[in-house]
């Protein structure tokens, strides 16, 4: 069977759906790659931009830090969380979510032609200041 667009077949859900599970991936991928590296890299970021529609808002990382350890919430993760329309606990759960990967797995999936969409489609949501090169960038070691 011959795909013409992956798109196409997945499940039509709202664009506010869209949006939030965009935001908890972000959120997972960012948390999981700070604490990772965190102890053997000094942390590349010491801020992180989020862009919501025409909104733009720029967290440190310190304090994106704090609320997922703590919960303390700052005015910029506070307007964050806001505008989300999450709740704090459910993100504070998603940025603390230990995620174990089998890194040669992972390098194979992304690779094959669904990972190469799923990191599209995550550069879109993350991506370097320039923005451009986003799936090279997720790519990088």
Known sequence: MKFSSI????????????????F??????VANLAIAFNSQRTVAADRIIFFYGPIEASVPYVELEAFAQTGAVSPSVRDIVR???????????VLTEELSVDLVFLDK???HIMGRFLLAQIG???FPPSGL?????LRAR
């Open 7 to 22: 798109e196409a077949h997945l499940p039509k859900l709202p664009q506010k759906l869209w949006r939030w599970i965009s």
């Open 24 to 29: 908890v991936l972000a959120a997972v991928v």
């Open 83 to 93: 505008v989300s329309g999450g709740d704090e606990d459910l993100i504070r759960d």
């Open 109 to 111: 999936a992304a690779n």
């Open 124 to 126: 879109e949501v993350i």
């Open 133 to 137: 090169e986003r799936v090279k960038a």
